[in-house]
């Protein structure tokens, strides 16, 4: 316990000094910022070797109990996920890319012990030499990782593809055709109630894309449309995506979740539109208005209490969550509940399992992605519910991690409303 306290008073310390660093003189300033980004590379080193050792312990604990050691490498990304503030998914490769550097790739972890690379380019370099053998790899490791103070992050990129394809090309070309398979589609909320949707495509149909919508953009240009060519170019995308001239006249469920003060009011309490975000008010308005006057919305009341924005419970017998509860539980949950994994809700989760006793009730339930409800059934897992509406978070590591049931709508000014609701708007 002492050494832990003089290690935290330490860490403190550090934090301290670092945030105080300041000097007018630019030649130090400059000096500053290079030793800074070198205290920062080597941390993060710090915290993949210490990512090792938490697996090997976790292995070790694993072999002696006789439970299954390939399944330790999931619960591991989940503790490494909550220290250090990440998704899930996001710690998984981080627990993957520090094995590899430990195992691998010596003279790439020499370099970012030392600070001179970040974590991001021995990312890089691991990613485009996972496809060789482990002798091979290694041969890119001893040519590459000398080198990496004085390349930029495309340079790494650059020569491990040309190294790994002149050791091993039949495994590059393997490795592309099974990339093929991971072609998708994603969507991220972007600034100013815009969104960013993304297409992972084979190179060739990719280009391929691009320049028939550039094709229809010069097209129009010619002809005197007035709009940009970025703008023809995002219009003529959402025409021949959804069929019709504007991605309104397509039957879709769009849901948008607001007050009935900002709806109906003059209320400025931003608005959220299910798997984007908060919208101002006035923007939420605006669509709103824009179903009403086509007769394709409808309104479904939830109601919130007025003390903290949280939407009043429901409860069911049932075992399965009924298909009218998933709607409010990822209506208020909006996407996974775990800490920092912003992934999208894919399951309804009991907090506390049926067979232990868990009610099919709003107040044991959560929105949650997929990947995160296997991990809470690893060992030494567990989710708790407080009446509060706060989820407690147990790993293996004794320290448990808490969140809140999400507020759906800001919390009122005191003595000014009554009631309030939180009206879901769908549009279809």
Avoid at 52 to 70: C, D, F, H, I, P
Avoid at 277 to 289: D, E, H, K, V, W
């Amino acid at each position: 316990m002492e050494a832990s306290s003089r290690h935290d008073t330490a860490l403190t310390d550090m934090v301290t000094a670092v945030a105080g660093l300041t000097c007018g003189d630019p030649v130090e300033l400059i000096d500053q910022l290079t030793e800074l980004e070198r205290l920062k590379n080597a941390a993060a080193a710090a915290q993949a070797r210490l990512t090792v050792e938490l697996r090997q312990v976790r292995e070790a604990e694993a072999r002696a109990t006789g439970r299954n050691v390939k399944r330790v490498a999931a619960s591991v990304a989940g503790e490494v996920g909550l220290a250090r503030h990440e998704s899930p998914h996001r710690a998984s490769s981080l627990v993957g890319l520090a094995g590899v550097l430990a195992t691998e790739m010596p003279h790439t972890m020499k370099a970012f012990i030392a600070g001179d690379v970040s974590e991001w380019r021995v990312t890089i370099l691991a990613r485009e030499t996972a496809c060789l053998s482990r002798a091979d790899r290694a041969h890119v490791d001893a040519e590459l990782g000398p080198r990496l103070r004085e390349l930029s992050t495309r340079q790494v990129a650059a020569e491990a593809r040309k190294l790994a394809y002149q050791l091993d090309p039949h495994s590059v070309v393997e490795r592309i055709g099974k990339a093929e398979a991971d072609r998708n589609v994603t969507i991220r909320p972007a600034p100013d109630c815009m969104t960013r949707v993304s297409a992972l495509l084979p190179a060739a149909d990719g280009v391929a894309a691009y320049a028939a919508l550039t094709s229809a953009a010069d097209t129009a240009r010619a002809t005197g449309d007035q709009r940009s060519r970025n703008q023809i170019m995002a219009d003529a995308l959402i025409a021949r995506i959804t069929g019709q001239e504007e991605a309104g006249q397509v039957d879709v469920e769009i849901q948008l979740v607001i007050t009935d003060e900002a709806l109906l009011g003059d209320s400025d309490t931003p608005a959220r539109l299910n798997d984007y975000g908060p919208i101002p008010a006035r923007i939420a308005r605006r669509l709103a208005a824009d179903a009403i006057n086509t007769e394709r919305a409808w309104i479904r009341r939830f109601y919130v209490r007025p003390a903290d924005g949280q939407l009043v419970a429901m409860e069911s017998t049932r075992r399965h969550f009924p298909k009218a509860m998933k709607t409010f539980i990822k209506t208020r949950d909006d996407h996974c509940r775990t800490p920092w994994c912003d992934a999208p809700i894919r399951h309804t989760d009991h907090i506390t399992p049926v067979h232990a006793g868990g009610p099919t009730s709003l107040a044991n339930g959560q929105g949650i992605c997929e990947q995160c409800n296997q991990l809470k059934e690893h060992p030494g897992w567990r989710h708790i519910a407080s009446p509060d509406g706060t989820i407690t978070i147990r790993t293996p590591t004794p320290q448990p991690t808490t969140r809140p049931t999400p507020r759906v709508a800001a919390h009122p000014i005191p003595g000014r409303f009554q009631i309030r609701q939180a009206c879901g708007l769908r549009v279809d």
